[in-house]
């Protein structure tokens, strides 16, 4: 199985501010991954997949980096609506896994 | 709209049996292979179960082969997970989520959850 880890758990940070989430498979997986933001009691939402695609609707700020191990999730300017845990996903094969997950929290 | 939107999910003993069910609607059922996806209490997101669009090829987790299968009816736009000897390990929120069509393994919509309870 692949394993995903995602860093850091826990991102306080204030509006306005740059974030970036790490997520490394355990094993190369190209472009087979996918960024989703889950809000509390909500189901989660797809970001970013094929690790820099973003989703329809998907507001700009979110970007997506990386292939092979390593990959990146960047909030370029934190809105209020944007905090929540962000989840990364290999689609590579299955089974399919998940992050850890990253909890952005409000400074 | 797509809409996914789950039932049949509650409380029920160690060792007992439920069948949740997700009713589709607001695009072609048939043309989009789907998964169950749960979250146990304060934990993340794990893949539970795949089915592809006509039902013949199915995939299932390790900690739930055998017990659970996923089966899905493209006549009343519905896929389900027949739930059997249950533990408590398995009491997650319980989410159907659609594969992107065109993008391999990627969840583009999800329902709201359906809770789901293993206890005595």
């Known amino acids: 199985d692949i394993q995903m880890t995602q860093s850091p758990s826990f991102v306080s940070a204030s509006v306005g501010d740059r974030v970036t989430i790490t997520c490394r498979a355990s094993?190369?997986?190209?472009?087979?991954l996918a960024w989703y933001q889950q809000q509390p009691g909500k189901a989660p939402k797809l970001l970013i997949y094929g690790a820099s695609s973003l989703q329809s609707g998907v507001p700009s700020r979110f970007s997506g980096s990386g292939s092979g191990t390593d990959f990146t999730l960047t909030i370029s300017s934190l809105q209020p609506e944007d905090f929540a845990t962000y989840y990364c996903?290999?689609?590579?094969?299955?089974?399919?896994?998940f992050g850890g997950g990253t909890t952005v929290e409000i400074k | 709209e797509v809409q996914l939107v789950e039932s049949g999910g509650g409380l029920v003993q160690p060792g007992g049996s439920l069948r949740l069910s997700c009713a589709a609607s607001?695009?072609?059922?048939?043309?989009?292979?789907f998964n169950w996806v749960r979250q146990a209490p304060g934990k993340g997101l794990e893949w539970v179960s795949y089915i592809d669009g006509v039902g013949s090829t199915t995939y299932y987790a390790d900690s739930v082969k055998g017990r659970f299968t996923i089966s899905r009816d493209n006549a009343k736009n519905s896929l389900s997970v027949q739930m059997n000897s249950l533990r408590a390990e398995d009491t997650a929120v319980y989410y159907c989520?659609?594969?992107?069509?065109?993008?391999?393994?990627?969840?583009?919509?999800w329902g709201q959850g359906i809770p789901v309870t293993v206890s005595s």
């Open positions: 996903q290999q689609a590579n094969s299955f089974p399919l896994t």
């Open positions: 989520a659609r594969i992107y069509s065109g993008v391999t393994y990627v969840f583009d919509s």
């Open positions: 607001g695009f072609t059922f048939s043309r989009y292979e």
């Open positions: 094993q190369g997986i190209s472009s087979w």
